[in-house]
C-alpha cells in the first residue's frame, strides 16, 4: 500500500542570478511500513525535503501525497492537523519540552488534539523505550540518549503515517547511536511504522531496508538494502 507519493517536487529560494534550486523535480514513492534512508552531502536538499515532507515548509512546485491526501493543497489550520496527526518527528537535538516530565512530554501530541492517550500503549511504549524508572524525569535530569528515546516515544505516539527523522544520533555516542537504530528498527517491525531517516552516516543508512540518495537537489539513486 503507497503510503507516500513525492511527484516532481521543486523548491527554490531567490531569483535570477541569485536562485538557488535546492530540489529539482524530485519524485519518488513509499510503501507503508517501509524504513527508507536519504542520504546525501550538506547543501544536496535532504533537510529541505524533510522539511517539505512534514509539512514545515511549502514547495515552489510539485506533489505530496500522504496517505491519498495532497498536503498542499490543506490550507493552514488542516496543514496543522496533518502535522500533528501524521507526521511524528524526530530531531538531532530532541526538541524536548524542558518544563514537562518525559510521560507528559511523549503524550503531548495526543493531548494537543484533545484526544485520550491509550495507557496500554503508552506503557507498552516507555517499557519498550526502556523508560519505566525516568517517566518523572525532566528533560534536563536525562541522558542525551535518553532524551532521545523521549523524542521517538513522542513521534509514535500518535501512530502517524510518517515518522521522520533528521540525523536521530548526530548528538549521541557510538552506544547511543546504536541504541537508537536498534529502536526505529524495532519500531518499524513491531509496529509497522514507516519511517523515512535523513543522514550523512552511510554506515547509519545500512541499517534502513531502502536508500535513496540526493545531490544537488536531484535524486540521484534510488536502492534496496542487501
Do not use: C, W
Not at 527508507?36 to 514545515?56: D, Y
Not at 501512530?159 to 541504541?179: F, I, R
Request: no cysteine.
Amino acid at each position: 500500500m503507497e503510503i507516500l507519493k513525492v511527484d516532481n517536487l521543486t523548491k527554490t529560494y531567490g531569483k535570477g542570478n541569485t536562485l538557488v534550486r535546492a530540489l529539482d523535480k524530485v519524485s519518488f514513492s513509499v510503501e507503508k511500513g517501509e524504513f527508507v534512508a536519504i542520504v546525501g552531502a550538506s547543501g544536496s536538499g535532504k533537510s529541505t525535503l524533510l522539511h517539505l515532507l512534514g509539512g514545515v515548509d511549502r514547495p515552489t512546485s510539485g506533489n505530496i501525497i500522504v496517505n491519498g491526501e495532497n498536503v498542499y493543497q490543506l490550507n493552514e489550520t488542516n496543514l496543522a492537523i496533518f502535522r500533528r496527526r501524521q507526521v511524528g518527528l524526530i530531531y538531532q537535538f530532541y526538541n524536548l519540552i524542558p518544563i514537562l516530565n518525559v510521560k507528559e512530554n511523549m503524550t503531548l501530541p495526543i493531548l494537543l488534539d484533545n484526544k485520550e492517550v491509550d495507557e496500554v500503549y503508552l506503557n507498552e511504549l516507555i517499557d519498550i523505550l526502556d523508560l519505566k524508572n525516568r517517566i518523572t524525569h525532566l528533560p534536563n535530569e536525562l541522558s542525551g540518549g535518553q532524551q532521545q528515546r523521549v523524542s521517538i516515544g513522542r513521534a509514535l505516539m500518535n501512530q502517524p503515517a510518517l515518522v521522520l527523522a533528521d540525523e536521530p544520533t548526530g548528538n549521541l555516542d557510538s552506544k547511543a547511536s546504536n541504541d537508537i537504530i536498534e529502536l526505529l528498527k524495532l519500531s518499524n517491525e513491531k509496529y509497522n511504522q514507516t519511517i523515512i531517516m535523513i543522514t550523512h552516516d552511510l554506515e547509519l543508512a545500512s541499517h534502513a531496508k531502502r536508500i535513496i540518495t540526493l545531490d544537488d537537489g536531484r535524486l540521484v539513486s534510488d536502492e534496496m538494502v542487501k
